[in-house]
Structure formats: structure tokens, C-alpha cells
């Protein structure tokens, strides 16, 4: 039941293709990027410029074209979260007694190669962990890297750009 605290926010499926290596989890999706139907598509997230730094999936290519680079080099995208209230787009709006998780452990078992989890912020990190965790079967927990990086959100102020990139290089190890 929703009470006024919010907006029912409700996740995109997963861009994930055969070979997916490391799985990129948001928390969910902001106000802009469901009215543009992408994935961090507000204009000062710096999700896509350190992609295109480092996968050549860049924001200057079409959302489906930037979508099909990253799963060249063995990399998917989806959200921690299936649904939530939120008012707003910040993470930190979000009603805890709302947030419903996606099956990412039925992803997982579809999906045998991917090695990593990256986490994008505090928020994702928090509620994957809480949320999604504890329902991955624990022989493939064990071998599962869990890789906790600086949110790319703008308001995520408190790191430089150049911090951040240094933190996100990590995915090039798991990269194909």
C-alpha cells in the first residue's frame, strides 16, 4: 500500500547478454532517466563518461549503441531495487519499507559467468546487501566478487571526478 511519501519508482529489466562477466547494480532508476526510459541519463551522472572512458560507451553514442558496448566487454547493468517509494530522485529518499528487490539471484543462476557484483553507492551497497544477499545460494556468494564503488550521481559531491574514476578502473580486471 502507498502512502504520500512518495512516487512508486519501478526498475528497468536488466541489460545483461550471454558472457556478462561483472553486473553493474544501481539503486533505481532517477526521475530523469524513467522519463527518458535510460538507465543514468541525467546529464551530470558520470556513469556514461567513465564508461566511455574506459568501454568506449560514452554518452556522445545512442543509448542502445553504449548498452551494446558495455555487454561486448561482458558487462550488464540493472538495479538493486525492483520498486520503491521515493520522492525525488535522491537514494536517500527512498522508504525503506518500500524497496522490493530484483531476482538478481535468479539472474545470477541464468547468467553462471558473471564473477562480480559492482555496487554503485552507498544505497545500492546497503540494500543488496540486506535485501538480495542473503537469498544467493551460498556456493556461488563464496565465489562472488562484491565490489563497492563511489556513486557516479551527482550528488555524490563529495569525491572528485578523478577519485572516482581511479575507484571505477577496478572493472577493467573483469572486463573481456
Not at 13 to 37: D, F, K, N, Y
Not at 78 to 84: F, G, K, N, R, T
Not at 152 to 174: G, Y
Request: hydrophobic share 45%; aromatic share 6%.
Amino acid at each position: 500500500m502507498k502512502d504520500d511519501s512518495g512516487s512508486l519508482v519501478e526498475s528497468f529489466p536488466p541489460q545483461v547478454a550471454r558472457g556478462c562477466r561483472v553486473l553493474i547494480l544501481g539503486t533505481a532508476p532517477s526521475v530523469r532517466s524513467l522519463a527518458m526510459q535510460q538507465s543514468y541519463a541525467h546529464a551530470q551522472n558520470l556513469f556514461w563518461p567513465l564508461m566511455g572512458e574506459m568501454f568506449d560507451a560514452g554518452p556522445e553514442l545512442e543509448y542502445p549503441q553504449r548498452l551494446g558496448r558495455l555487454q561486448a566487454r561482458g558487462i550488464g547493468i540493472w538495479d538493486v531495487l525492483a520498486s520503491c517509494e521515493r520522492s525525488g530522485s535522491l537514494d536517500s529518499a527512498i522508504v525503506r519499507a518500500s524497496e522490493v528487490a530484483n531476482d538478481i539471484p535468479g539472474l545470477l543462476k541464468s547468467h553462471p559467468s558473471i564473477a562480480a557484483i559492482a555496487l554503485n553507492g552507498g544505497h545500492a551497497q546497503r540494500a543488496f546487501r540486506r535485501l538480495v544477499l542473503p537469498r544467493i545460494a551460498p556456493v556461488h556468494a563464496s565465489t562472488l566478487a562484491l565490489i563497492d564503488l563511489p556513486s557516479t550521481s551527482p550528488a555524490n559531491a563529495s569525491m572528485t571526478r578523478q577519485h572516482k574514476r581511479e575507484r571505477w578502473r577496478v572493472l577493467l580486471d573483469f572486463a573481456t
